[in-house]
């Protein structure tokens, strides 16, 4: 069955380190998505992108970027981690507008 | 920039019916949608409407969408334990991919 994967699902890190969130799907998707969830803030776009080679800002985008190599993939990075980028973190993908968001199982990351 | 408001909680009976509401800015909004959050987990479609509907119902769900109000309801009948979770709201931002997310409401079902 085709699905997403995130990893790792936990990670801890320290301030100032890069990580890198990695996102995989295999319904071969065009789309994909990620987010992160905070306490009363419900979810938030991070980036995302339409198409290999393709990337876009979304609302929260600053510290983060991403890169889009191949369909499949869509990887996360926190070049200099801060504390305030302590969260849980989505991905998803969809194949068309419109139709349904799958949403990865999230990755728990914590800065100290 | 769009927005999308939910309460913040929500404490019903094991049988009774549950009505988890929401509030959209969008004024252009075509697609709107109901996601389902458990705990550890990641968020689960339960359904959507298009803005040219009033009432979409599947089983035990109910959607009701007031478009001159841009108000967006869910209604679970027979609530049962299992439905505990948190329930978001979202909007599809115009001619995008994007999601406009609610902060969500968590549902708790008392025995």
């Known amino acids: 069955d085709a699905e997403i994967t995130q990893s790792p699902r936990h990670k801890i890190t320290e301030t100032g380190r890069q990580v890198t969130l990695a996102c995989h799907q295999t319904w071969n998707h065009n789309n994909m998505f990620w987010y992160r969830q905070d306490l009363g803030h419900g979810l938030r776009l991070i980036h995302y992108s339409y198409g290999v080679h393709d990337t876009n800002k979304g609302e929260v985008s600053d510290g983060y970027s991403v890169s889009r190599s191949n369909t499949e993939d869509l990887p996360l990075t926190l070049e200099s981690a801060a504390s305030s980028q302590t969260s849980v973190y989505f991905c998803a993908s969809t194949r068309a507008r419109g139709d349904t968001q799958y949403f990865g199982p999230g990755t728990r990351l914590t800065v100290l | 920039g769009e927005d999308v408001e939910q309460s913040l909680f929500l404490s019903v009976r094991e049988g009774d019916s549950s009505v988890i509401n929401c509030t959209y800015t969008d004024s252009s909004s075509t697609y709107l949608y109901w996601y389902k959050q458990e705990p550890g987990a990641g968020l689960q479609l339960l359904t959507y409407i298009f803005s040219n509907m009033d009432m979409k119902q599947d089983q035990r769900l109910t959607v009701l969408l007031n478009k001159k109000d841009k108000h967006l309801s869910l209604r679970i009948a027979d609530t049962q334990t299992g439905d505990s979770a948190i329930y978001f709201c979202?909007?599809?931002?115009?001619?995008?991919?994007?999601?406009?997310f609610g902060s969500g409401t968590r549902l708790l079902v008392r025995p």
């Open positions: 979202a909007d599809l931002v115009d001619s995008s991919y994007k999601l406009i």
